[in-house]
């Protein structure tokens, strides 16, 4: 089972980036799907999350109207698209899928927003 996060890096406030989240070994289809953050010296935070079929979805309040969260089951792939992002958007961001009772995390990837 494998969760690998890529598309992270260092961009301008007010700039984007397109996360994605590869799912392998598991049935992704079945899976609901979240973006967590953590910045340093917070908690970890719910970001966005999205049904297994990609019908519903939910962000908070802070990232609302900027970022979009996606999914694509023939590829096996969840995305987060961020935009306007903020340098309070900094944080390492994890994906996550669950279902009935069994999750998995991937090992994260770093955002930076800084000018």
């Known amino acids: 089972v494998q969760l690998v996060e890529s598309g992270g890096g260092l961009v301008q406030p007010g700039g984007s980036l397109r996360l994605s989240c590869a799912a392998s070994?598991?049935?992704?289809?079945?899976?609901?799907m979240r973006w967590y953050r953590q910045a340093p010296g917070q908690e970890r935070e719910l970001v966005a999350s999205?049904?297994?079929?990609?019908?519903?979805?939910y962000y908070a309040d802070s990232v609302k109207g900027r970022f979009t969260i996606s999914r694509d089951n023939a590829k096996n792939t969840g995305y987060l698209q961020m935009n306007s992002l903020k340098p309070e958007d900094t944080a390492v961001y994890y994906c996550y899928v669950m279902y009935i009772g069994t999750y998995y995390w991937g090992q994260g990837t770093q955002v930076t927003v800084s000018s």
């Open positions: 999205i049904t297994s079929g990609g019908s519903s979805t």
């Open positions: 070994g598991f049935t992704f289809s079945n899976y609901v």
